[in-house]
Nanobody, 114 residues
Framework: VQLQASGGGLVQPGGSLRLSCAAS????????MGWYRQVPGNQRDLVAL???????NYADSVKGRFTISRDNAKNTVYLQMNSLKPEDTAVYYC?????????WGQGTLVTVSS
């Protein structure tokens, strides 16, 4: 199973970015898909999850600004990030849980700076 993330980059405070992550390989019934982020020297923290039934879970720090969605036909998860703040700067990792196993993407850097 491979996860390919894209969409990171440099954006000014208040701007928007959309991250995408496509899963490929031996894909069966993905239970959940999501995004975590990590700042060097810190732990990897949950940003958002979306479950197979469509329910979602967000970190308090991103509620109302970020929206997670998924396209089951394409095995792809998206993260729409609006009203970005400098504290959102991090490497963002996509994640899927499938048959009790976790898989991670390679990470994409998001930098919010003027």
């Amino acid at each position: 199973v491979q996860l390919q993330a894209s969409g990171g980059g440099l954006v000014q405070p208040g701007g928007s970015l959309r991250l995408s992550c496509a899963a490929s390989g031996s894909i069966f019934s993905i239970d959940r898909m999501g995004w975590y982020r990590q700042v060097p020297g810190n732990q990897r923290d949950l940003v958002a999850l979306i479950f197979s039934g469509g329910s979602t879970n967000y970190a308090d720090s991103v509620k109302g600004r970020f929206t997670i969605s998924r396209d089951n036909a394409k095995n792809t998860v998206y993260l729409q990030m609006n009203s970005l703040k400098p504290e959102d700067t991090a490497v963002y990792y996509c994640y899927i849980m499938m048959r009790y196993s976790a898989y991670w993407g390679q990470g994409t850097l998001v930098t919010v700076s003027s």
